[in-house]
């Protein structure tokens, strides 16, 4: 299909609490793509970076920031914010520049440090931010994770033990990546000895924020024919949808979802629905998926986006996870690279160490994580403020 | 609890007699609910309004969903010491078509609460300043 490109490189430097400049990350995810890729950085027509709001002004026009540290060659430059989705929005915007026949080949790359301290609102009077109103009325980030989660423990029947399965499950693989920030084997009985943060969710069901850098090398097709790697993986599809009015889920940071009320209109769970372009575009369902990369910002969040990903029946994907279906060597793996629970969350390079892990994965280079045969993959994130996105990635 | 009076937390979010009401807007065109109160443009794509009224939303529903906070949260949250955790619910609002995030009143727990219970509104202080004690709206369980 004319309407695809080659993923020819991939790159990340290992996510961890490192305490460097974003730039580095950055930098050393770009240069191990091009290397990767066997594409000269002189080469490269168009940098697409993913902001980090967290790094001053280098961070707001990251494209120029790493354009700029990897040497002024001058390449047009974009920079996409978009929360958690940043990294597949700057993906789209190079896939817009190769289709449209303006540039042959790009370089996309996301990098973040996590700040020093607690991240927390500025302070006074403030009840036109819904940031200042949750954090005063004592809403924290994990309620509304653990709201998630209590859903499906009050409706499907899930259960402690199947979070705690999750984390168990990931750590194992996550032990095997080279590139993540947690590598240790954690068993149940150490998820059920953390702390409990908000019920039900303990301090192991909950990721962290890290440091880390993703990069990708993509190009047209003929562009990849040209370097002899006709069969480099191909981004078949994108979706950064936003959500439908109303959307009838409480979603961080607001005190209270979209009324419904109104004749004509119905209440959406907006996470359900960013997978759904992301398939009728690459002309892919559910059944062709050989792997998924979800963003498990806590355990039970992964067995949302099971169901989400319409990889199981709504409220059925523990019985999957307990099957062993989603662990490497199951019938339908997820998050093969350890997921957020082995990473941690690094905000604009996140969406595109989802897309490395599946890059790897369809050329049968993961090595001990290999998912065998895989053919298709998928990536699913939601962050703040109506910011989501799905990749789908097929040999 | 001394005898200072009681102030709300956010001013002109909710009334403030014994049986309290959230206090939101309605597009007076598409009939959407709005909490906060929103006055200036309708979010409803289908709708194009830019007059509301201010109403009080219902003060009963029934939980979406719950949780509590077991670790004391950053500033602006102001908490005792020691911290006491509380429980947190959403709560449905039927008329409205909208859940609602709030505290549970002190003294429940996660044991006290199920996704379906009717549940209703109540003031309860969030915490004192000197000059007054500051009450937020909070869920209990419905007393028939
Ligand atoms: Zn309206």
Redo the contacts between chains.
Sequence with gaps: MSDEIAILGAGMHPWGKWGHNFVQYGVAAAREALADAGVPWQDIKFVSGGATIRCGYPGFVAGATFAQALGWQGAEVNTSYAACASGSQALAAARNKILSGECDVALVVGADTTPKG?L??A??YR?EDPD?????????N??YF??????RI??YGDTLEDFAAVKVKNSLVGSKNPRARYRKCFTAEDVAAS???????RLMDICATSDGGAALIVSSLEYARKLGKPNAPRVAAISTVTPT??S???EMP????????????E?HAYRSMIPLKAYEEAGIGPEDISLAEVYDLSTALELDWIEDLQLAPRGESAGLLRAGDTALGGKIPVNVSGGLACFGEAVPAQALSQICELTWQLRGEAGDRQVEGAQVGITANQGLFGHGSSVIVKK | MSAKPLAP???G?HTMQVKPHLIGSQ?TE???????KQNDYC?????NSTNFREVELSRTGKV????????K?????VAADPFVP?A?A?VQLE?????????VIEGLT?DDL???MPMELVLEA?HETDDDIKV?WKWQPLTQ
């Design positions: 607690f927390a609102p302070g006074g009840p200042w109103v949750r954090f005063y009325l004592g809403i924290t994990p309620t653990a709201l998630y989660a209590r859903r009050d409706l702390a409990m943060v908000a019920d039900p969710l009015f109303a009838g889920v409480l607001d005190i209270a979802t979209d009324s419904a009320a109104a004749s004509g209109v209440a | 937390a956010i001013e979010w597009c598409c009939g959407t609910y709005f909490f906060p979010r409803n794509p289908h709708c979406w969903s719950y949780t509590n906070a077991c670790y949260p950053p500033a602006p949250f509380y947190i959403g008329t409205e078509q909208m859940v609602i995030l709030g505290q996660v199920k996704v379906g969030l937020t």
